[in-house]
């Protein structure tokens, strides 16, 4: 049987795992709720590559018009371009990407140079990469149209360009994948990432009016960029067009020497994960409960006791769950940050800047920031049994309806948004943001109208679409496509009819209207909120093999 196995090439290896990676994107569509999916994923591809699309038609007009008229220097501005949004957006929707466990691979009797290969096969076909290669051939052929004789200079230069390109994005990757191996070390480096994203954010008041005090520095920092890949690459074509082979070539070899040692790190990389390196992430050494401490966690605390026992054990674990989650307080402290950032705009040192007209009006300040907070705290019930894993089984073994493993789940949010919506009014009380009497009963009222129409959607989308997520992970961590089109609708349909309301007040000269049209509206949501748990109950029956399938994997 030995003698009848026919040993592959290099090529053909490398066509197997192109097509195991379009058998597993397809594969995806084949389970429950795959219909819905596909047109959620329909949708979102679509506007992608209207975007992709838009970039890559402004990066062509920009080459052909610096071609045109010969102004070479410029398209490295377009490589730049090329290269940031490659190398930070791999990072970013790297979720969007079909998960797949490249050390499954090592099962096979493959050669080292083959796994290789294979891994930067695999990059080139992620949805960031494919966008990246997409920008990178319109400014090739921007350059095409302006100038026929550079062609081939083109694709000599966007060969090395896009090599160096995914040699970096893959060598990036398994550095930070040993990097991460450990959930603390993950989530240390990622509230290390946050905090220096947010305090960049507070960048723009402290340099207003200082920019020709930068220009200097600008300067003086510019010529030190041309000897970086996008600006070697932009003085090869200058090169070509000037008939200068021997720069033409030196630009090139200094691309190909920038992906050199990215290409010796990816393979050390790899090689250590071929001879057998096993990325873990568990704790090393037995983890030891002591009795005392034992006795204390198993205690509820007073205000738990006041709810049906088993509503407060749910309470007790979603806490016990969000102490665990590092990247659960990054997102319970962004909207403090950002509303923080926002309410920074007014005051006398800073005459409101771009943000005068809401600040002016406290009324719609105050509201916008409460309703941020509210998106932002809701968009995981959409989710919500993400984080339950093979827990999942035990819900549905245990002698407990799912009306309340939802109503536990419910509050426990409840309770974390009345906690950052106390946060965020102190913040902005203290700067002096507070609206009227009618405006702030008016905001409650609304608030109290979107929360439990919101978490009656979400319940429902956490049953019919689950995905699960783990702790500490940002890669693969995204909800399905068509849970993303259904928190997004009913934001704005919540948002467009609370608009509408405040707006009414003014039309009709009566700041009070709005507080009588909320508090039916959230009577309302509130009634059917709770008439929604028993379905919801029964949904959650009948819908056991797709959370027990979608979780458990």
Same mark, same amino acid.
């Given at each position: 049987?030995?003698? /009848?196995?026919?040993?592959l090439?290099?090529?053909?290896e490398?066509?197997?795992l192109?097509r195991l990676r379009w058998? *597993?994107l397809?594969?995806?569509?084949? /389970?429950k709720n795959?219909?819905?999916? %596909?047109i959620?994923?329909i949708?979102?591809g679509?506007?992608l590559?209207?975007?992709?699309f838009f970039f890559a038609f402004?990066l062509?007009?920009?080459a052909?018009f610096?071609?045109?008229r010969?102004e070479?220097?410029?398209?490295a501005?377009l490589?730049?371009g090329?290269?940031?949004f490659?190398q930070?957006f791999?990072?970013?929707?790297s979720g969007l990407t079909a998960?797949?466990d ?7 009797p493959l050669?080292?140079?083959?796994f ?5 096969a695999y990059?080139?076909a ?6 990246s290669?997409?920008l990178?051939s ?5 350059i095409a ?5 550079l062609?081939p ?5 966007g060969f090395f360009?896009l090599l160096?390109n ?5 060598c990036i ?8 191996a450990k959930?603390?070390t993950?989530e ?10 947010i305090?960049a954010q507070f960048?723009g008041p ?7 005090a ?7 920092l510019?010529?030190y960029? #041309? ?7 932009a003085?090869?074509?200058g090169?070509?067009?000037g /008939?200068?082979s021997?720069?033409?070539?030196? #630009?090139?070899?200094g691309?190909a020497?920038?992906a050199m040692?990215f290409?010796l790190?990816?393979w050390w ?10 990325i ?5 050494g ?11 966690a198993s205690?509820?605390?007073a205000?738990?006791r006041?709810l049906p026992g088993?509503v407060a054990?749910?309470?007790q674990?979603?806490f016990?769950y969000l %102490?665990?989650?590092?990247?659960a307080?990054?997102?319970?402290v962004?909207p403090?940050?950002l ?13 409101l800047?771009p =943000?005068?007209g809401i600040?002016?009006a406290?009324?719609w300040?105050f509201r916008?920031?409460?309703?941020y907070?509210?998106l932002?705290v809701?968009?995981?019930?959409y #989710?919500?049994?993400?984080?339950e894993?093979?827990g999942?089984?035990t819900l549905?073994t245990a ?5 309340a493993?939802?109503l536990?789940k419910n509050? =426990?949010?409840?309770g974390?948004l009345a906690a ?9 009380h ?5 609206p009227?009497?009618p405006?702030?009963?008016g ?12 978490l ?6 956490s049953?019919?679409f689950?995905?699960? %997520?783990?702790f500490?992970?940002?890669?693969n961590?995204r909800?399905?496509?068509?849970t993303?089109?259904?928190t ?6 919540l948002g ?5 309301v ?5 039309w009709f000269?009566?700041p009070w209207?709005?507080v009588?049209?909320?508090?039916l509206?959230?009577g309302?949501?509130?009634g ?8 919801l ?10 959370? *027990?399938d979608?979780?458990?994997?």
């Amino acid at each position: 049987m030995a003698d /009848g196995i026919r040993s592959l090439t290099l090529a053909q290896e490398v066509a197997l795992l192109v097509r195991l990676r379009w058998r *597993i994107l397809r594969n995806r569509f084949r /389970g429950k709720n795959a219909a819905l999916e %596909l047109i959620g994923l329909i949708i979102s591809g679509l506007f992608l590559g209207a975007l992709v699309f838009f970039f890559a038609f402004a990066l062509g007009e920009g080459a052909y018009f610096f071609t045109s008229r010969r102004e070479y220097p410029w398209l490295a501005v377009l490589f730049w371009g090329v290269l940031l949004f490659w190398q930070v957006f791999a990072v970013f929707f790297s979720g969007l990407t079909a998960s797949f466990d490249f050390h499954s691979l090592l099962r096979f009797p493959l050669r080292l140079r083959a796994f290789f290969v294979m891994n930067i096969a695999y990059g080139v076909a992620d949805p960031v990469a494919a966008a990246s290669v997409i920008l990178a051939s319109a400014i090739l052929l921007g350059i095409a149209m302006a100038q026929c004789s550079l062609v081939p200079a083109a694709l000599v230069v966007g060969f090395f360009f896009l090599l160096l390109n995914i040699l970096v994005e893959r060598c990036i990757g398994s550095l930070l994948e040993r990097l991460f191996a450990k959930r603390r070390t993950r989530e240390v480096f990622f509230a290390l990432f946050f905090l220096v994203m947010i305090s960049a954010q507070f960048t723009g008041p402290l340099l207003a009016g200082r920019q020709r005090a930068l220009l200097p520095w600008v300067q003086r920092l510019w010529p030190y960029l #041309n000897i970086l890949p996008p600006s070697l690459a932009a003085s090869a074509l200058g090169a070509a067009a000037g /008939g200068d082979s021997m720069l033409f070539a030196a #630009n090139v070899a200094g691309l190909a020497g920038y992906a050199m040692p990215f290409a010796l790190l990816l393979w050390w990389r790899l090689s250590a994960q071929y001879r057998g390196e096993l990325i873990s992430d568990t704790e090393s050494g037995p983890v030891v409960v002591r009795g005392a401490k034992a006795s204390r966690a198993s205690s509820q605390p007073a205000i738990l006791r006041l709810l049906p026992g088993q509503v407060a054990v749910v309470v007790q674990k979603e806490f016990r769950y969000l %102490l665990r989650n590092g990247m659960a307080w990054m997102n319970m402290v962004m909207p403090l940050v950002l509303v923080l950032l926002f309410a920074l705009q007014r005051g006398p040192a800073h005459p409101l800047g771009p =943000f005068a007209g809401i600040a002016r009006a406290g009324d719609w300040f105050f509201r916008g920031a409460i309703g941020y907070v509210i998106l932002l705290v809701t968009a995981p019930a959409y #989710n919500c049994f993400a984080f339950e894993g093979r827990g999942i089984q035990t819900l549905f073994t245990a002698p407990v309806r799912f009306r309340a493993v939802l109503l536990g789940k419910n509050l =426990f949010l409840i309770g974390v948004l009345a906690a950052e919506i106390a946060a965020v009014m102190a913040l902005l009380h203290a700067r002096g943001i507070w609206p009227a009497l009618p405006g702030l009963l008016g905001t409650f009222a609304a608030a109290a109208y979107m929360i439990p129409a919101q978490l009656t959607v979400a319940n429902w989308a956490s049953l019919s679409f689950p995905r699960k %997520l783990e702790f500490g992970k940002m890669r693969n961590q995204r909800a399905p496509w068509f849970t993303t089109l259904v928190t997004l609708g009913t934001t704005l349909a919540l948002g467009a009819s609370c608009a509408v309301v405040m707006l009414a007040g003014g039309w009709f000269g009566n700041p009070w209207l709005p507080v009588g049209v909320f508090l039916l509206l959230a009577g309302a949501a509130i009634g059917g909120y709770v008439a929604s748990l028993d379905a919801l109950s029964d949904l959650a029956e009948k819908k056991r093999e797709v959370l *027990i399938d979608a979780l458990c994997r």
